[in-house]
């Protein structure tokens, strides 16, 4: 049974960084794409950012130059590192995997992320 866990939201200053971590427990997850998302209060669910099985990675244009995502293949677990935070930035941020093109299979039950100004 996959679960995705995620971890390293909280509260912080706008400006500031964080890192967000999502732990993937089974087996299989070098063979999974990754991605994170967002959801704002009255706001649809979107992408910020995926990395592919090979390291390849996309992000939204809105976070382009400020998040980074990576993976660690040997502790089964993606970060989402946030610096230049603004307040817009303010979300529950999900962890999501697929093994191939199409819906994501897992999701996480999210962390809360809130940048002040």
Do not use: H
């Not at 912080?12 to 890192?19: A, E, I, K, T, Y």
Request: charged letters at 15%; glycine letters at 14%; one cysteine or more.
């Amino acid at each position: 049974q996959v679960q995705l866990v995620e971890s390293g939201g909280g509260l912080v200053q706008g400006g500031g960084s964080l890192r967000l971590s999502c732990a993937m427990s089974g087996s299989g997850f070098s063979s999974n794409t990754m991605a994170w998302y967002r959801q704002a209060p009255g706001k649809q669910r979107e992408l910020v950012a995926l990395i592919g099985t090979s390291g390849g990675t996309d992000y939204a244009d809105y976070v382009k130059g400020r998040f980074t995502i990576s993976r660690d293949n040997a502790k089964n677990t993606v970060y989402l590192q946030m610096n230049s935070l603004k307040p817009e930035d303010t979300a529950v941020y999900y962890c999501a995997a697929r093994r191939q093109i199409g819906a994501w299979e897992y999701w996480g039950q999210g962390t809360q992320v809130t940048v002040s100004s």
